[in-house]
């Protein structure tokens, strides 16, 4: 360093943290002191970081590395995309039936029968992706899923066959689980709360596709629900695919007639069978003219 950089005004006076590092692995000599886990600088303590009392911590963490690298990738909006991880594509569907033991055999059938929706998301999410909203410089209702297979898959897939990117939110289980081939690498996250991976799938939406699925989806979109419902978040098109099934798993019209939410929240969310159906109602929604 110079006396004349010394002297100037837009020069940092601390150093950055990756040349504090830099500095403690040169200048460090190997005694019983500095070996003990105590001298770690404290953000490079992975032990010290996984302590109970650091969850805050990681939770500030969790919320904002996504945050940030989807900011760096110019990310405006997102179309979310929930749905089950069961459902097999149409490629899939009769082999599946035809593997399935006999007392499963039913439930083999019923989910084969899904299969249309892995077309119909992977059709919403390359129509959406060909499209290539921009405004002011951020790129709109890039797709996002969450990041695995089935349902999540075909998001990504129909992004990437349209040649755009898409974002993948994947969360660490007790069983294996990994990305579709589809993210785009440098999109691809992976969470250890659910919390703050439910949140980062809404900081950016703008619309949010409702898949059949099971006890994730229904967390997720109960969750967009009961925000909107409460005021805690802004209304907006909130596609439901497949009105057989969420009929008959949910009693839609008992919650009204129960007393327990109002008949009106019922619109909350807008009936789909098609991807062109869906686009549809985004379009109206935000006055986007085809």
Not at 84 to 109: C, G, M, Q, Y
Request: charged share 25%.
């Amino acid at each position: 360093m110079t006396d004349k950089d010394e002297h100037d005004l837009k020069r940092r006076k601390f150093y950055r943290a990756e040349q504090e590092v830099a500095f403690s692995n040169k200048a460090s000599p190997d005694t019983p002191q500095t070996r003990d886990p105590a001298y770690k600088l404290a953000f490079r303590d992975t032990d010290f970081l996984l302590r109970e009392e650091l969850r805050p911590v990681r939770f500030q963490l969790e919320l904002l590395k996504p945050e940030m690298l989807l900011d760096e990738a110019g990310v405006g909006s997102t179309l979310v995309m929930y749905g089950s991880a069961r459902i097999p594509s149409p490629d899939h569907a009769s082999l599946l039936v035809e593997n399935a033991a006999p007392e499963n055999r039913v439930v083999a059938e019923r989910l084969a029968a899904k299969a249309k929706y892995y077309d119909e998301a992977y059709k919403l999410a390359r129509m959406v992706s060909e499209r290539a909203i921009v405004e002011d410089g951020k790129r709109q209702f890039v797709i996002c899923s969450g990041g695995g297979p089935s349902i999540m898959e075909a998001a990504n897939r129909g992004a990437s066959d349209a040649g755009a990117e898409s974002i993948g939110l994947n969360i660490v289980l007790p069983h294996e689980q990994a990305p579709n081939q589809y993210v785009t690498p440098y999109l691809s996250f992976q969470f250890h709360y659910f919390a703050l991976r439910k949140m980062h799938f809404l900081l950016r939406a703008k619309a949010v596709a409702v898949f059949p699925g099971g006890f994730g989806t229904f967390d997720e979109f109960f969750e967009l629900l009961t925000l909107i419902q409460t005021g805690k978040m802004k209304p907006m098109p909130i596609l439901l695919f497949g009105k057989d099934f969420w009929t008959r798993v949910v009693d839609w019209e008992a919650f009204a007639e129960e007393g327990v939410i109002s008949k009106g929240d019922l619109d909350l969310f807008r009936w789909c069978e098609t991807a062109d159906e869906a686009w549809g109602h985004i379009a109206a929604f935000y006055n986007i003219e085809d």
